[in-house]
């Protein structure tokens, strides 16, 4: 599975834009980029997943470079619950297992 | 739908003693996994399965045991627990059909003394 590299914090005032980044540079044709997120002390949650399209949905928004070497999560109204850390993972396929680098710790600012 | 449910929520064992964890899910997931996570150290795959009756060992399996008889029931099993057992345990699962993601349990915070 291809590495990411993503900024270890961030901060977003409350109601605007969040725009996480994610570097995966030696991504290869078949594999997929996935982000999760942990609020604290609770399970992961999937939030989204694309290939090379934009993808959107009831959460957020997935925006993946022409050249598929990074990403961006798209939070478009932050809120103070979206508080977490922030994972994206690069996979072939989503049967095998989840690995979880350090992520992007997001902090929501009233 | 209540999505992946575990219980229970917390445990305390005492050194040797066993327990079994539950997990259900209500979407009739085909693949399910149990995940533990220690401080500093990420997600690490226990064991997984891939359908009723099956289960396959994942990076850390020693010391756990799992069981999938229903579909929508997997357990994990601690037959003599130790210290090193201390962590929290995440339940995930995930559809068979398309590249979707897993959706993980709220987990289970077990402390062995």
């Known amino acids: 599975d291809a590495k990411t590299t993503q900024p270890p914090s961030m901060d977003c005032a409350e109601g605007r834009a969040a725009n996480l980044p994610c570097n995966h540079s030696t991504i290869s044709g078949n594999e997929y980029v996935y982000w999760y997120r942990q609020i604290h002390s609770q399970g992961p949650q999937y939030i989204i997943h694309g290939l090379k399209n934009n993808e959107t949905n009831e959460m957020a928004s997935l925006i993946i470079t022409e050249d598929r070497k990074s990403s961006t999560l798209i939070l478009p109204h932050a809120t103070l619950r979206d508080t977490a850390v922030y994972y994206c993972i690069v996979k072939e396929t989503s049967y095998d297992k989840v690995i979880f680098g350090p992520g992007t710790s997001l902090s929501v600012i009233p | 739908n209540a999505g992946v449910t575990q219980t229970p929520k917390f445990r305390v064992l005492k050194t040797g003693q066993s327990m079994t964890l539950l997990c259900a899910q209500d979407?009739?997931?085909?693949?399910m996994y149990w995940y533990r996570q220690d401080p500093g150290m990420g997600l690490r795959l226990i064991h997984y399965s891939v359908g009723e009756g099956t289960t396959a060992k994942g990076e850390v399996p020693d010391g756990y045991n799992v069981s999938r008889l229903k579909k929508q029931n997997f357990l994990l099993g601690l037959e003599s627990a130790a210290p090193s057992q201390t962590s929290v345990y995440f339940c995930?699962?995930?559809?068979?059909?398309?590249?979707?993601?897993?959706?993980f349990g709220p987990g289970t915070r077990l402390t062995v003394t």
């Open positions: 995930a699962s995930r559809r068979l059909a398309g590249r979707n993601g897993q959706y």
């Open positions: 979407m009739n997931h085909e693949y």
